[in-house]
């Protein structure tokens, strides 16, 4: 799985030189107006959402001596959880909306690498649309099950620390996962494609934390995340699937 992931990463080094070659560009465009505009919906949401839950952690504690820490432990603490919720959101929301738009690039990738003689039927904007929001559906509720445990063991001195590391890890699966949607839909049904992934864990993960690290880059980060993530996952997962 390891190896896999580091693969996975690997593949982001070749992305530019894919994309460039294959005049990709412009199939991003609107996918990219999507991903900025959720991230600033979403951003601007969780920032004063943080203020208000910081808050009302503060409360829970009723002593004088100690509240500046606890308080400020609080603000910290509510930081991370609106954030991982709020990256959480970005991600499912912009993996599915941009499904009818990737898949097509995904497809250009595959017909460059193999050719279009083991080509499958390539979806319709409406039925990518669908599975890309029926995935996502599904992955969030997965996800938050996940999450709101570890989110709440964050609270313990020491353990939060390494809860910060696994929520980064699952976020990063589940990114993976969208990315690797686009090129599985052409090759396998849905229960496949979650069979498909569970055992390709480490591609997922792989590709998933680049995606999350493009994230944290200001304003470039959501701008990029998706045409490298993208190309990315697809020349890895071709080669699992060949």
């Known amino acids: 799985m390891i190896q896999s992931a580091i693969n996975a990463i690997k593949a982001y080094f070749d992305a530019l030189a894919i994309i460039k070659k294959l005049n990709l560009w412009k199939y ?3 996918p990219v107006i999507i991903s900025a505009i959720t991230a600033i919906v979403i951003g601007t949401f969780s920032y004063f959402l943080s ?19 606890f308080t400020a432990i609080g603000n910290v603490l509510s930081g991370i959880a609106i954030f991982a919720l709020g990256l959480m959101l970005y991600k499912h929301i912009v993996l599915a909306l941009a499904s009818p738009f990737m898949s097509p690039v995904s497809l250009k990738i595959e017909e460059h690498l193999y050719g279009k003689q083991h080509q499958h039927k390539p979806s319709t904007f409406s039925e990518s649309l669908a599975r890309g929001i029926r995935i996502s559906v ?3 509720g997965k996800e938050l099950l996940l999450t ?4 709440l063991l964050s609270f313990i001195p020491v353990i939060g620390l390494f809860s910060s590391i696994l929520l980064f890890l ?4 589940y990114a993976g996962f969208g990315n690797m949607d686009y090129t599985l839909e052409r090759h396998y049904n849905y229960k496949d494609t979650v069979a498909f992934v569970q055992k390709n ?7 998933g934390i680049v995606f999350i690290l493009f994230l944290l880059i200001p304003f470039v ?3 990029l995340v998706l045409p490298f993530s993208v190309t990315a996952a697809t020349t890895q997962t071709l080669r699992k699937i060949r």
């Open 28 to 30: 991003f465009f609107i």
């Open 51 to 69: 203020d208000d839950l910081g808050y009302y952690l503060a409360k829970l504690w009723p002593w004088e001596f100690g509240k500046e820490t």
């Open 221 to 223: 980060g959501v701008l």
């Open 201 to 207: 864990r480490g591609t997922a993960i792989g590709n």
């Open 138 to 140: 599904r992955n969030i």
């Open 148 to 151: 709101i445990p570890i989110l």
């Open 170 to 173: 699952i976020q990063a699966y």
